[in-house]
């Protein structure tokens, strides 16, 4: 398999990290979940009570808090379906800059609204995410904001990368943990943290089989691009990245043991047996985790503890009721 010449984040900048960031984020719980007909142990990481609902503030906090005074001055740009853009506009609200966001035709309205809500200016593009980045260099240009990018970034990936350090320091014994992948910041940062801390322990990547990228990446050793007419199919909206950043495939081939894929009727099940058995409220991206503890043990190893990330909350109203009532 062959790695890229990216260098990776260490222990000492993710601790820094963590120090940083601790103000504005919430150390999330693990929720104990009995699923039934599995005999291990199960946790949730609950990053879907994050202030934005999310995990992506943390890599957001961590970038945005180590801006210059001029760069804060200057304003702050990014381009996401919608958590991303949120965790900007709470970290850039937190230190006084504007932040503008360039946000897909297809985003979730409610994700939309949130992140207006947090002060933000948005700017609509169509649905590629090539088309986010285009329009959001465009303006960089123009105005001379400062880019926070959505996942291929070493401040980016240091911040989410804490979630993996809470995951061990709650949980020692750990043997496994599931991240869901897309442009690979959370899985590429708790895969680090965890490893890092506790090398015996497995770390996963879970994605939707309708935007499988990182999957046929991590299987062929180089990234590889599926356009967005194939990653948009799939209800996971958080998760439809059309390829994974450089830094982030750097990491996950060094630290990440396998990447299984789900389907959309698994994810839907999963949803609801989060709901019920954990009550917590997870969007389709946050709960492909669980879907691959629930649907896809063979092709797990054996584990007595694991922690499945739910990474965020942010589900529309309706189609939750719709998925709870299948």
């Not at 980016?156 to 993996?164: F, K, N, P, V």
């Not at 709901?275 to 997870?282: Q, S």
């Amino acid at each position: 398999m062959t790695t890229t010449t990216q260098p990776l984040v260490d222990l000492e900048v993710i601790r820094a990290a963590a120090a940083r960031i601790a103000n504005v984020i919430v150390h999330t719980p693990l929720v104990r979940a009995d699923f039934p007909g599995i005999n291990s142990q199960i946790y949730l990481k609950a990053e879907s009570l994050q202030p934005i609902g999310s995990f992506k503030l943390r890599g957001a906090a961590n970038k945005i808090l180590q801006l210059s005074p001029d760069e804060i001055h200057r304003g702050v740009i990014t381009y996401s379906s919608g958590n991303h853009a949120q965790g900007v506009a709470y970290a850039a609200r937190e230190v006084g800059a504007k932040a503008v966001i360039v946000m897909p035709s297809n985003a979730p309205a409610i994700k939309k609204a949130a992140t207006l809500a947090l002060g933000a200016e948005v700017v609509d593009v169509g649905v590629a995410s090539s088309e986010r980045l285009a329009k959001a260099e465009e303006l960089i240009a123009q105005h001379g904001y400062v880019m926070v990018p959505p996942y291929d970034d070493e401040k980016i990936i240091a911040g989410q990368a804490t979630c993996g350090l809470e995951i061990v320091n709650d949980l020692p014994d750990v043997d496994l943990v599931l991240s869901p992948v897309s442009g690979g910041g959370l899985l590429s940062g708790t895969a680090t943290a965890v490893k890092l801390l506790k090398p015996d322990t497995k770390v996963f990547g879970i994605e939707p089989e309708l935007a499988a990228d990182t999957a046929e990446s991590f299987r062929t050793g180089k990234i590889v691009t599926w356009g967005a007419e194939l990653t948009s199919r799939t209800i996971c909206d958080g998760l439809r990245t059309q390829s994974v950043g450089e830094r982030n495939f750097a990491h996950i081939q060094r630290y990440v043991d396998g990447i299984i894929t789900v389907t959309e009727a698994e994810v839907r099940a999963a949803m609801r047996a989060i709901v019920a058995i954990a009550r917590l409220v997870p969007e389709p991206s946050g709960a492909v985790t669980t879907a691959a503890l629930l649907f896809h043990a063979h092709q797990l190893p054996p584990y007595k503890k694991a922690v499945a990330i739910v990474s965020g909350g942010n589900v529309d109203p309706k189609l939750l009721a719709q998925i709870l009532a299948e």
